[in-house]
């Protein structure tokens, strides 16, 4: 026997192996999310997974929740999702909408250079100005125009109405889906409590 045939044989006999493998670890016919759940668990046994698979859930609804958020909001007003961030970060503080950039790059979790290009982009937009602070010498203000009020307003109802999460929502119950609001603000309340949300390069105390 030639070393091609051999080699031939060998292929032939790993792959059903290989796809027994996978029917295991798989579980059959189960979700993509239950198959990295059920392989991770095969793999890894020998751990508490609870926590690393629950960031695992939560990284994967954050991502369909941002893409149909950016989505939504370049459709629209042609802006991105991370700076339609900035309007609801100044439209949840009310009249006269203003805050300092310090307040905002570390609301939002991003550097201060970051901040500044979101703020160039809305500003040439019309949407946010610029004003002085009369609190504090020489500092200024990001202020919502009106157009950057009103269109706060409108994205603010429709993901009121519409929402990437909505598909499943209607299979939890209002007690159900309170105990999940209810899980999720305790986590980041403690998330925040223990200093996770610094922005990044920035120092409390400015």
């Known amino acids: 026997m030639d070393q091609r045939t051999r080699k031939t044989r060998r292929s032939k006999s790993a792959r059903p192996a ?44 954050g991502t369909l929740i941002e893409q149909d958020f950016d989505r939504l909001c370049q ?49 040439s ?7 002085r602070d009369p609190g504090h010498q020489g500092g200024f203000l990001i202020r919502l125009t009106k157009k950057g009020v009103q269109i706060a307003d409108q994205m603010v109802e429709v993901l009121a109405r519409q929402s990437a999460i909505d598909p499943a929502m209607g299979q939890f119950t209002p007690a159900e889906r309170e105990q999940g609001n209810r899980f999720a603000l305790r986590m980041l309340m403690a998330l925040e409590a223990a200093g996770a949300f610094e922005a990044p390069g920035s120092a409390r105390g400015d």
């Open 75 to 123: 459709q629209r007003y042609r802006v991105s999702g991370s700076d339609m961030r900035v309007l609801f970060a100044l439209r949840r503080g009310g009249p006269p909408y203003a805050k300092r950039p310090t307040d905002l790059f570390r609301a939002l979790l991003v550097t201060s250079g970051a901040m500044t290009k979101k703020v160039d982009r809305l500003g």
């Open 18 to 61: 290989g796809r027994q493998g996978d029917e295991r670890k798989s579980g059959g016919g189960k979700s993509f999310i239950e198959l990295i759940t059920v392989q991770w668990q095969h793999e890894r046994g020998d751990l508490d997974l609870s926590n690393f698979l629950l960031a695992i859930y939560l990284m994967r609804l």
């Open 125 to 131: 937009l019309g949407m946010v100005e610029r004003v």
